[in-house]
């Protein structure tokens, strides 16, 4: 296996472990049962019905977000073999590009979903951005810096 390939599946183990438990904690301080927070996820495929379908929606839901974990783990490692600052400087990088993430899937990806609407919690996101400034931008990036050769740097 290649070095791309060890830091593309550290990454999104890495990521899709830390930001699953950070998302399931945030909910579980806010009384949220950690059933339910997988299947909001799963609500953007399934729509409202996903919340009718118990473990089975949440399980989906928790495969999703290890899958949104690849492709953004996979994004960033591949970017990172031709764009040099993203492995030399992966706090700096890896926080930029966990807010972009952050844009990307509450601007873009979120209103396209199926996902039922919820009012904005401006407490809420702000938690949102800075886990995935610390715990999505960051894992990524530095699993991208310890794990590609150092020729690539």
Known sequence: MTDTFHAILAATIACG????????????????????????????????RAFEKGWRSGTLGLALHFI??????????????RLPFLLKHPLTAGA????AVFIVMNFVVLPLSRRPKRPFNRNFALTQLVIHICIVGWSIALSAHYLLPRTVH
Not at 22 to 44: C, D, I, K, M, N
Not at 96 to 99: A, D, E, K, V
């Open 68 to 81: 949104i974990s690849l492709i953004i783990s996979t994004i960033y490692v591949l970017a990172s073999l």
């Open 96 to 99: 930029l590009y966990g807010i």
């Open 17 to 48: 472990i830390l930001d699953a438990t950070a998302a399931t904690t945030q909910a579980a301080l806010l009384g949220v049962p950690a059933q339910r927070v997988w299947q909001t996820v799963a609500s953007g495929l399934l729509g409202p």
